[in-house]
């Protein structure tokens, strides 16, 4: 598939086959996506493949709304930012995932990027805390690793 056609392929997949995703193939897509340009070639921008299906249900529930179909992906690649390492972890994140995606459409997979950075866990709640909150708390993410979004990947059931 050429550049133009994964482009064009390239949509949301919310609904996966019940197959996993090889190991090659999630490797494939870090290693890619580790090639995304960032400002000043700082390479902020850093992956958690998540697979354990306990905890890809519990990443499901990091918002009231938009996140509920990640618990049937096969895995989940965390993007995170190292804000020690520029104020522009969050552009070079996006760029990264962006490629994410990218090549997980090159290699027949289906994605879906959901937002996580500055989002609340309840809509108009401001007292429930944020979706980053909770995956920090969740995966015990390091101080100063931000997290900018989650991309559910897998199989597409159609």
């Known amino acids: 598939m050429d550049f133009f056609e994964v482009i064009a392929k390239r949509h949301s997949v919310r ?3 019940g197959r996993p995703v090889e190991k090659e193939l ?3 897509m870090i290693a ?3 090639t995304a340009p960032s400002s000043k070639n700082c390479k902020s921008s850093a992956f958690l493949i998540v697979e354990d299906k306990d905890t890809i249900a519990a990443i499901s529930e990091m918002r009231d709304r938009g996140s509920a179909f990640v618990k049937d ?3 989940v690649i965390v993007v995170l ?3 020690t390492k520029t104020d522009l972890w969050v552009d070079n994140c996006a760029i990264s995932a962006t490629f994410l995606q990218l090549a997980a459409t090159s290699l027949g997979l289906g994605s879906c990027w959901v937002h996580v950075n500055a989002r609340p866990r309840v809509s108009g709640d401001p007292a429930s805390g944020t979706a ?3 995956i920090r708390n969740l995966l015990g993410l390091k101080d100063g690793m931000r997290v900018l979004c989650v991309v559910a990947v897998g199989y597409p059931a159609d």
């Open 15 to 17: 609904k996966y086959a």
């Open 26 to 28: 999630l490797d494939r």
């Open 32 to 34: 890619t996506a580790e």
């Open 73 to 75: 992906a096969p895995a």
């Open 81 to 83: 930012g190292d804000e």
């Open 132 to 134: 980053e909150e909770y």
